[in-house]
């Protein structure tokens, strides 16, 4: 016999997977199941931005939306609110300068109705304009000096600005007060003395561009300060 506590955790643990779509079954095509309209996924340091068109009805608020990010980030969209925001540096998970795979997938119960194609979105911005050869080195606890190198397509007036993100007792950003600049004046390093970093936890790296010429992609980078640092 099954003992109660057993049957209790099995429970817990079966529901919330049948119910999220983890569902292993690829469902006949149904024509019938209403889709989002207009779905769009907008890339920026740090965030994840879905929007859809808000013509929805009352048969798709009685169906369970959701979507596969970076292929097992599985995320219930309330499809009234039109928008879903995923904000990285609350869970410091994954990175989005490379692409984000999307799949959208739709329920009814725990029954899978739907699988979309899984797509890849990709941040704006002029290709091979965002900092490349990203480094960090720890010396003795204290300091920290990171490094980058300027896109092989970046613009020539860009400018890259360093911020970190740690998850804490609270999320706190840490901006770079300190830049090394390349003969151009471009910022390509920052040195950090004494920082506010915790180095046996993860950290979320953001290096923007910018520039009066075009749109820069932004690096972005999950980072582990003693392991990824040699400190």
């Known amino acids: 016999m099954v003992h109660s506590s057993c049957l209790v955790f099995l429970i817990c643990v079966w529901f919330p997977l049948a119910t999220a779509c983890y569902s292993g079954r690829v469902p006949k095509e149904n024509n019938s199941v209403p889709l989002l309209q207009d779905f769009k996924v907008k890339l920026s340091p740090g965030?994840?931005?879905?929007?859809?068109?808000?013509?929805?009805?009352?048969?798709?608020e009685k169906l369970?939306?959701?979507?596969?990010?970076?292929?097992?980030?599985?995320?219930?969209?309330?499809?009234?609110?039109?928008?879903?925001?995923?904000?990285?540096?609350?869970?410091?998970?994954?990175i989005l300068h490379k692409g984000l795979s999307v799949e959208l997938r739709v329920c009814s119960g725990s029954e899978l109705l739907y699988i979309g194609k899984q797509?890849?979105?990709?941040?704006?911005?002029?290709?091979?304009?965002?900092?490349?050869?990203?480094a960090c080195v720890i010396y003795n606890?204290?300091?920290?000096?990171?490094?980058?190198?300027?896109?092989?397509?970046?613009?020539e007036d860009v400018q890259y600005s360093l911020v970190l993100w740690q998850k804490k007792e609270n999320i706190e950003n840490i901006e770079c007060q300190q830049y090394r600049c390349d003969?151009?004046?471009?910022?390509?390093?920052?040195?950090?003395?004494?920082?506010?970093?915790?180095?046996?936890?993860?950290v979320?790296?953001?290096?923007?561009?910018?520039?009066?010429?075009?749109?820069?992609?932004?690096?972005d980078k999950v980072y582990w300060p003693i392991k990824d640092g040699k400190g």
């Open 204 to 219: 979320y790296v953001e290096v923007w561009g910018s520039s009066n010429q075009v749109s820069v992609q932004f690096f």
């Open 141 to 155: 606890v204290y300091i920290m000096n990171c490094s980058w190198t300027v896109g092989k397509e970046a613009p």
């Open 64 to 94: 369970q939306y959701n979507v596969d990010l970076q292929s097992g980030h599985l995320e219930e969209l309330n499809v009234s609110a039109c928008s879903f925001e995923y904000d990285i540096h609350k869970r410091i998970e994954f």
């Open 119 to 134: 797509l890849t979105y990709m941040p704006e911005g002029k290709n091979n304009s965002a900092a490349e050869n990203f």
């Open 47 to 60: 965030l994840i931005h879905l929007t859809w068109h808000c013509n929805i009805t009352k048969s798709m």
């Open 183 to 202: 003969s151009f004046g471009r910022q390509v390093g920052c040195v950090f003395n004494h920082p506010n970093i915790d180095y046996g936890s993860k």
